[in-house]
């Protein structure tokens, strides 16, 4: 069996996200395209001669005492009874708190190398029932193709994913604008509005794929989230009005925010834009 793995954690964005009514149990059903992007952490994992032990380091970013990794780690010893202690040092290079699932892909890619290391088959039963113990983007990273990339359609909590052809015929420049809003806020605004009936008109869910293979001037996607956050963070329009003076053919916010993001045709279009945006912005990504 291998003694250490280093992995690659790739973000990703929504391309599409409709929230639906709160359900009975306090949750809400979603509607969405994930695609990753060529944006990344790296995870390097090293088994340990300790028991029952995950170390994490990062010095990028301070993580909390429990974090995606230790209880992903947790949630795996729980469910295989393997106990081999692990030390994980974190690149983090996705921001926290910006919808890019940086948290969630990290899980997923210590859950493969975990498998690895200890010689589990990582079944679907056991991917799933782990990602249900971290969190609902987990799914997506677990199943969306050979490891984590790829593109889905993402329905119920996040837990149903159906795997699509990924295009690898756009480019993303991404604009991080440096507020946070927690996921609770950010449905609770949606709740809002729905309320009140004027929440963001979305296509039909059947319609994502096709519009998603149609050229991307066609692209009609939604994100619910868009239009209550830019109400409470000024900044965030800002942002997307800027990505969009750079010629972005289709710009939107991703997950629950507060990135917000371009996307470009030609790979020349995506740097000159990159090139402006880091005029204007500290945090500018180029995927």
């Known amino acids: 069996m291998l003694s250490d793995i280093l992995i690659r954690c790739n973000a990703k964005v929504n391309i599409g996200l409709k929230v639906l009514p709160r359900r009975a149990d306090g949750f809400h059903n979603i509607e969405s395209i994930f695609q990753t992007i060529n944006f990344f952490d790296d995870l390097y994992v090293r088994e340990l001669s300790e028991k029952n032990v995950c170390k994490v380091e990062c010095a990028e970013f301070e993580l909390p005492a429990q974090n995606t990794l230790t209880t992903t780690y947790l949630a795996f010893s729980r469910l295989t009874g393997e106990n081999a202690g692990v030390h994980v040092k974190l690149t983090k290079r996705i921001p926290a708190g910006g919808g890019l699932g940086g948290g969630s892909s990290n899980a997923a890619a210590f859950l493969r190398a975990l498998a690895l290391l200890n010689g589990v088959d990582l079944t679907d039963s056991l991917a799933n029932s782990v990602a249900e113990q971290v969190g609902s983007d987990v799914f997506f990273f677990l199943h969306c193709g050979k490891n984590g990339t790829g593109a889905a359609l993402v329905s119920g909590r996040g837990e149903v994913v159906a795997p699509i052809a990924p295009r690898t015929d756009l480019h993303y ?58 109400r409470k963070f000024p900044v965030i329009a800002k942002a997307l009005q800027d990505i969009r003076m750079t010629g972005a053919i289709w710009s939107d916010m991703t997950g629950s925010g507060a990135v917000v993001f371009g996307v470009y045709e030609a790979a020349e279009a995506s740097k000159k834009a990159f090139a402006e945006l880091q005029l204007k912005w500290k945090h500018c990504y180029l995927a």
């Open 173 to 230: 420049v991404l604009v991080f604008p440096d507020v946070h809003s927690s996921t609770k806020e950010a449905y609770a605004l949606i709740d809002e509005d729905i309320e009140s009936g004027t929440d963001v008109v979305c296509p039909d869910f059947k319609e994502y794929e096709s519009m998603y293979r149609s050229p991307v001037t066609t692209w009609a996607f939604e994100n619910s989230f868009t239009s209550a956050l830019t």
